[in-house]
């Protein structure tokens, strides 16, 4: 049996660079897709997946996303002051019944391994998930409700992976892989981690996605890690170092991932997730015209 998923950790300490100028004084992760930010949607998948207490890492000076999860209550007092009801019902939806909200600040940008270590104490000794908001994945069950489904048989850790083109590794980690289900909703046995490799290095062509579940051991694993590529703390050093300790298997989820941090995949995931809103079947003839006059 194994212990419940209850926290999920959110790294969003980062600086955002692959979005400037947008993301200078707009923290990324409050960018929105169609009318909700980035992060709401990591926070609907969570809770979804039974998740109760979110626990944001972030840096100083990036008040919104606080501010987007705390009540509003002079706005809530317009809304019910003009008979907007439906307006007030997407305000009480920002944050599902029952979920907790905790912010810890990560003095500076060290990398995800550090920011996934100051969280060590609200985390404690018991499994977590972890989720980068960046990664939207569209998905009918949502992926880390897919991950816990698996998590309950296999325990251990547990990292989203999906291929990439054989000429991308050097954008991603990339796993040494074992035993490989090879199928949606499969196990891939991991022997080994290696952060952004060259093409021509690459162990294989899969890559892990923002979507973690994690043993409280990763914190020992982060506090003993020398600084790795880029010369920051990287969250995959220590899972390699996990390795031979404790089960550390990818996972093939079942979705479309968006990678929001990167101006392409934010785009794509606005049409996409538009193109699914019945509020505005418009788009679709829209979109149709522009891509006719080009
Ligand atoms: P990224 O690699 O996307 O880095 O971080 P970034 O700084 O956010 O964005 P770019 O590359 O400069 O455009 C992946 C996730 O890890 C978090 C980020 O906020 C993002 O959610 N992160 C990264 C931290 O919380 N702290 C860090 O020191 C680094």
């Given at each position: 049996m194994?212990?419940?998923?209850?926290?999920?950790?959110?790294?969003?300490?980062?600086?955002?660079?692959?979005?400037?100028?947008?993301?200078?004084?707009?923290?990324?992760?409050?960018?929105?897709?169609?009318?909700?930010?980035v992060i709401e949607y990591a926070v609907a998948e969570a809770a979804a997946a039974g998740v109760t207490h979110m626990i944001f890492v972030t840096a100083n000076g990036k008040s919104?996303?606080?501010?987007?999860?705390?009540r509003h209550a002079e706005l809530e007092a317009v809304l019910r002051s003009k008979g907007k009801t439906a307006e007030l019902k997407r305000l009480a939806a920002i944050l599902p019944d029952g979920v907790r909200c905790s912010v810890e600040i990560q003095p500076a940008?060290?990398?995800?391994?550090?920011?996934?270590?100051?969280?060590?104490?609200?985390?404690?000794?018991?499994?977590?998930?972890?989720?980068?908001?960046?990664?939207?994945?569209?998905?009918?069950?949502?992926c880390l409700a897919q991950m816990i489904a698996c998590y309950t048989a296999t325990g251990g850790n547990l990292?989203?992976?999906?291929?990439?083109?054989?000429?991308r590794t050097d954008r991603y980690g990339i796993l040494e892989v074992g035993n490989d289900q090879n199928c949606p909703g499969g196990l891939a046995e991991i022997r080994g981690l290696v952060e952004k490799p060259a093409p021509a290095d690459a162990p294989s062509t899969l890559s892990i996605i923002g979507r973690y579940i994690l043993q409280p051991e990763i914190f020992s694993?982060?506090?003993?890690?020398?600084?790795?590529?880029?010369?920051?703390?990287?969250?995959t050093d220590a899972i390699a170092a996990l390795i031979g300790r404790q089960p550390v298997h990818g996972f093939r989820f079942q979705g479309v991932r968006f990678d929001c941090g990167d101006r392409q995949g934010w785009l794509a995931a606005n049409v996409a997730f538009a193109l699914q809103r019945p509020d505005l079947e418009g788009i679709r003839e829209r979109l149709r015209r522009l891509l006719e006059s080009d």
């Amino acid at each position: 049996m194994q212990k419940p998923i209850r926290k999920a950790v959110f790294p969003v300490a980062g600086l955002g660079t692959r979005f400037l100028p947008a993301t200078k004084a707009v923290p990324k992760e409050m960018l929105p897709v169609v009318d909700r930010p980035v992060i709401e949607y990591a926070v609907a998948e969570a809770a979804a997946a039974g998740v109760t207490h979110m626990i944001f890492v972030t840096a100083n000076g990036k008040s919104a996303l606080q501010e987007h999860f705390d009540r509003h209550a002079e706005l809530e007092a317009v809304l019910r002051s003009k008979g907007k009801t439906a307006e007030l019902k997407r305000l009480a939806a920002i944050l599902p019944d029952g979920v907790r909200c905790s912010v810890e600040i990560q003095p500076a940008p060290l990398g995800l391994g550090h920011a996934v270590w100051c969280a060590r104490q609200i985390v404690g000794d018991e499994p977590f998930a972890v989720i980068l908001p960046d990664d939207v994945v569209m998905a009918d069950t949502g992926c880390l409700a897919q991950m816990i489904a698996c998590y309950t048989a296999t325990g251990g850790n547990l990292l989203a992976v999906q291929d990439v083109p054989p000429d991308r590794t050097d954008r991603y980690g990339i796993l040494e892989v074992g035993n490989d289900q090879n199928c949606p909703g499969g196990l891939a046995e991991i022997r080994g981690l290696v952060e952004k490799p060259a093409p021509a290095d690459a162990p294989s062509t899969l890559s892990i996605i923002g979507r973690y579940i994690l043993q409280p051991e990763i914190f020992s694993a982060l506090e003993n890690g020398e600084p790795g590529a880029g010369g920051e703390i990287q969250l995959t050093d220590a899972i390699a170092a996990l390795i031979g300790r404790q089960p550390v298997h990818g996972f093939r989820f079942q979705g479309v991932r968006f990678d929001c941090g990167d101006r392409q995949g934010w785009l794509a995931a606005n049409v996409a997730f538009a193109l699914q809103r019945p509020d505005l079947e418009g788009i679709r003839e829209r979109l149709r015209r522009l891509l006719e006059s080009d």
